[in-house]
């Protein structure tokens, strides 16, 4: 079964800046809207980036003019490019389409930001 692949995660001080990558397990031929979602023990999965296949792109206010999402539509990869990172922004960061599809989970990547 298809489900998404996020690497890129890491540990890095604040102000500091990560690009995260997620690409499909295998083929993925509908023109989904994709996004990336964040996940902490405290809170509820988060949206907090979209695309769609035409690249319009929607951002939650706690990350606007700092994180940029970006895609792939011949594979339906998809990139979300962060600075300025805050402690705020550690999570687990999952990409998946719109809306969330338990199928397509993957196993998140891990970042977090701290001094």
């Known amino acids: 079964q298809v489900h998404f692949v996020e690497s890129g995660g890491g540990l890095v001080q604040p102000g500091g800046s990560l690009r995260l990558s997620c690409a499909p397990s295998?083929?993925?031929?509908?023109?989904?809207?994709l996004g990336w979602y964040r996940q902490t023990p405290e809170k509820q999965r988060e949206l907090i980036a979209r695309?769609?296949?035409?690249?319009?792109?929607y951002y939650a206010d706690s990350v606007k003019d700092r994180f940029t999402i970006s895609r792939h539509n011949g594979n339906n990869t998809v990139w979300l490019q962060m600075t300025n990172l805050k402690p705020e922004d550690t999570a687990v960061y999952y990409c998946?389409?719109?809306?969330?599809?338990?199928?397509?989970r993957g196993q998140g990547t891990q970042v977090t930001v701290s001094s």
């Open positions: 998946n389409r719109i809306p969330f599809s338990t199928e397509f």
């Open positions: 295998g083929s993925i031929f509908e023109k989904y809207i």
């Open positions: 695309i769609t296949y035409g690249g319009a792109t």
